[in-house]
Every structure is written in C-alpha cells, then in structure tokens.
C-alpha cells in the first residue's frame, strides 16, 4: 500500500507549490532550519509562542512518525551502501550514523545560514547568488563524500 519513495514527479511539483504559497502568503522563504531556530530561540525565552516556521518543521517531524508509525515501524533501507554494508548484528549502526550525520548537516545548514531547502528552493528560484553558491557547495561535497566514501569500501 505505502511505496517506498514518493515519486519526484509528485514531490517536486508539490515541494514547488509549497515554495510558491509561502511566498506569496507570508513572503517567506520556506526551510526546516529556520523552524528549528525559531523552536530553539522560543524555548530559551521560556516562551511557547511558535510562528509558522516551528509549525513546517514540527509537521515535516509529526509526518515522518506517522509515517513510520503507518508503515510498521522504522526500517533503514535505501540508504544506498549504508544499509547494504551494515547488515544483521551490525544493522544496529544505521541510526547512530545517520544522527551523526544528520547533526552534520545541520551545522552546515548552520554555517551556510540556511539547510538545503531553504538555499535550493526558495533562495535560488528568488535568484540568490548566495544560495546557488550554497546549493552548489552541497551538490560538491555531497559528490566528493559519495567518491570517498565508495574507494574507502
């Protein structure tokens, strides 16, 4: 019943839509790391007040566990040679490599004043010459990583 990937002839055109409508309806850009700044700056001000960016971010984690949930549980499969290399007793060591990952990403997104989405969507359809130069630093290194990566293994 529930595929795998959602096709990217779906998920683009609505990821598009999404960059679209918040544009025009908040004159935002739309990206998870202001939501997690937002989330971060509220709960040291000992403040429960969220604009809409804490609410993408919480809805991007609420539809992940549901999914998860909907889906019979977590099942880490299609990480490329992640889950092809780590397999039975070391299976175990998929989810602290993608926190670790994860955590990496987001000190980019940090350093790079803004997560992928932020800098590849919204920035670049809005012509930003800093968020192609980002965006083209994530394809790079994301590149580089993967050669590394397949000549280390």
Do not use: K
Request: charged fraction near 10%.
């Amino acid at each position: 019943m529930l595929h795998s990937q959602l096709p990217w002839y779906v998920g683009g055109p609505v990821l598009g839509l999404c960059v679209v409508a918040i544009r025009a309806l908040l004159g935002e850009r739309l990206g998870i790391t202001g939501g997690y700044s937002a989330v971060v700056e509220s709960a040291r001000a000992r403040r429960f007040a969220f604009d809409w960016r804490a609410f993408v971010l919480l809805g991007v984690i609420v539809g992940g566990l549901g999914y998860g949930l909907v889906a019979g549980g977590p099942d880490f499969h299609g990480y490329g040679w992640l889950t092809t290399t780590f397999t039975g007793d070391s299976r175990f060591l998929v989810a602290p490599i993608l926190v670790v990952a994860g955590v990496l990403i987001g000190l980019g997104a940090r350093i790079a004043s803004g997560c992928t989405a932020g800098n590849g969507l919204s920035g670049s359809a809005m012509g930003s010459f800093a968020s192609f130069a980002a965006t083209a630093t994530f394809f790079a290194t994301a590149i580089a990583v993967s050669f590394l990566i397949e000549a280390v293994i």
